[in-house]
């Protein structure tokens, strides 16, 4: 089985107006609701993948209800932890032609500490050999940036993989850790290591630095250019397939989510890597929030490349 956990969803809503003025009431012409979570859109894009998985997290009030019910709409099974106070709603005000947007994000309920106990007790049931865990985006008030490097070492020591998707301090205490793989961008990769990440030499040699500090496996994303793989002693580098993009919001989560379809398949690393990245393309050309089609996937994945870095050999 495949888990996700986004422990700071929410509903994101989108007003689409004529232009953007202020000191005036706007009249929006189009609204747009979306389930928000990094591991929403990795249970999105498995469900396309035609892949069952459980999505968790902290859930609140009406709004944790419309997550739950959209969800479960999609056919995505949900297992969350419901918690006092009310699910964020992240608001979105975005003109047409040209495109201009303002977007306010709630903080998020506040967690207690029973209900975050409550989280981790849940973790420990489910969690048995042989599964997989993404664990991923940012964290509500009142739960600390060890959560994740916690629940990894719960996870792990049922003999589950944890695939690991966030930044900042969450993600420095999460690949203390040792998760099975993790998943930073190049930017996240220089706070890590403090090392240049200008170019594709100098970007191996950090997620080098990250995978010899115990992280198993590392890939960093690189947008439209692709991929970095470092796995065992080798570099590759995964070049994603020309698209027209229509928006490329929600692409990384589909990589992750490609990525993690693959080896719940029992592919190998550097074969799941190109999954990922045709995932991610998919995505990133369809329009509005909707994830790739198995379809485009399919027609993507052939024109992906990879070469391995044989300096890093």
Not at 16 to 24: G, S
Not at 89 to 102: A, K
């Amino acid at each position: 089985m495949i888990y996700t956990i986004t422990l700071n969803p929410a509903v994101d809503k989108e007003l689409v107006v004529p232009a953007l003025e202020f000191d005036t009431v706007l009249r929006s012409q189009k609204i747009n609701v979306d389930y928000g979570g990094k591991g929403f859109n990795v249970s999105r894009i498995l469900k396309s993948l035609e892949t069952d998985s459980v999505a968790l997290g902290f859930a609140g009030g009406n709004s944790g209800e419309l997550l739950r019910d959209g969800l479960e709409s999609l056919h995505i099974d949900t297992d969350f932890v419901w918690v006092s106070g009310e699910t964020r709603t992240n608001v979105s005000i975005v003109t047409e032609i040209p495109s201009h947007y303002v977007k306010v994000n709630e903080p998020g309920p506040t967690i207690s500490t029973e209900e975050l106990k409550t989280l981790r007790q849940k973790v420990v049931q489910l969690a048995k050999s042989g599964d997989w865990w993404v664990l991923a985006g940012s964290l509500p008030p009142g739960v600390s940036t060890i959560i994740y490097a916690d629940l990894i070492k719960d996870i792990q020591a049922a003999g589950a993989f944890v695939i690991l998707d966030t930044s900042g301090d969450a993600l420095k205490h999460g690949c203390a850790a040792k998760p099975f793989l993790a998943k930073p961008n190049d930017a996240e990769a220089h706070m890590l290591t403090g090392l240049p990440v200008n170019n594709m030499s100098e970007i191996a040699t950090a997620a080098k630095m990250i995978q010899a500090a115990g992280v198993g496996t590392v890939v960093i994303s690189l947008g439209k250019a692709g991929a970095l793989l470092v796995d065992g002693d080798h570099v590759w580098q995964v070049e994603s397939p020309v698209i027209q993009e229509s928006n490329p919001i929600g692409a990384g989560d589909s990589m992750v989510g490609g990525l993690v379809w693959a080896l719940s398949q029992g592919m190998p690393m550097v074969d799941a890597v190109t999954w990922g990245i045709a995932c991610g393309a998919a995505t990133a050309s369809m329009p509005g929030t909707a994830v790739g089609t198995k379809e485009l996937v399919d027609t993507l994945h052939p024109q992906v490349k990879i070469h391995q870095l044989e300096s890093f050999t």
